[in-house]
């Protein structure tokens, strides 16, 4: 049984548009093209270090014709990879961290249904561990995944100032 959700989405309203669009996002996360993998930014709360995101999965999306044939299924290592986008993202535009945010690992990953194109990966994330050594920031986000009211993914992506 998956966990609970990090916060309520009943209370946010996801057909708004999005506080952070994705021309918002290139200026500050730097991948591009097909490694592009958020779209916007619906919500955050900086105080408790909540960040709603999203990613809509389209069927042009540079895995769709190879995984899986007939039937197209985002890649976990896609969807972790939207994970560490909303944390950099995060991290660098609301908590103002200069520099590169590089990924630096994953844990407790847990994936619990498929994503298909045409739909919405919302990303829900939460920062549990934040430190700052001298010039140095180790970042650690807790991030779920849902699509369509279910989880799909949960993971703990960590980060670091390269």
Known sequence: MPPPLLFDLST??????????RQAIEQVNPQRYEMQQLDGILWYDKPKSLILGYKDVTDREFWVRGHIPDRPLMPGVIMIEAAAQLSSFFLKKVFKEPGFIGFAGIGGAKFRSTIEPGQRLYLLGQ???YKKRGRHTHVE?????????????EATVAGMQI
């Open 12 to 21: 946010i309203d996801l057909t708004a548009e999005p506080v952070f669009d």
């Open 141 to 153: 986000t807790q991030v779920q995944g849902v699509v369509n009211g279910t989880m799909v993914f």
């Open 127 to 129: 920062i549990i561990n």
